[in-house]
């Protein structure tokens, strides 16, 4: 199966809405490990552990990237209100 027929068949089997919540909720998680990776890439000596934080930044990369081109494939753009919410959460 490819990309489209995966997201045609989750749309069908779900509501809408809960699938795109659900996409929005694993970028932002997506965003969150890249963080860490790069918090953890910051403050580590390791050699080991330096190469841990790579490879937990790569993965994290291409998960979020892979998530947003779903979301692109299937029209979702996120307006102020849902920019403007968030920053507010993180505000608080």
């Known amino acids: 199966?490819?990309?489209?027929?995966?997201?045609?068949?989750?749309m069908d089997k779900?509501?809408?809405t809960n699938v795109y919540v659900k996409l929005?909720?694993?970028m932002e998680i997506a965003k969150m490990e890249i963080n860490v990776a790069r918090s953890m890439f910051n403050n580590v000596n390791d050699d080991k552990l330096i190469e841990v934080a790579i490879?937990?930044?790569n993965?994290?990369?291409?998960?979020?990237?892979?998530l947003l081109a779903i979301a692109r494939e299937i029209g979702?753009?996120?307006g102020y209100d849902?920019?403007?919410g968030k920053s507010i959460k993180i505000a608080e």
């Open 76 to 78: 979702i753009s996120v």
């Open 82 to 84: 849902y920019i403007i």
């Open 24 to 26: 929005m909720e694993d």
């Open 55 to 57: 490879y937990s930044e």
């Open 59 to 66: 993965v994290a990369r291409k998960r979020y990237d892979y």
């Open 14 to 16: 779900t509501d809408g």
């Open 1 to 10: 199966m490819n990309k489209k027929n995966i997201v045609e068949h989750l």
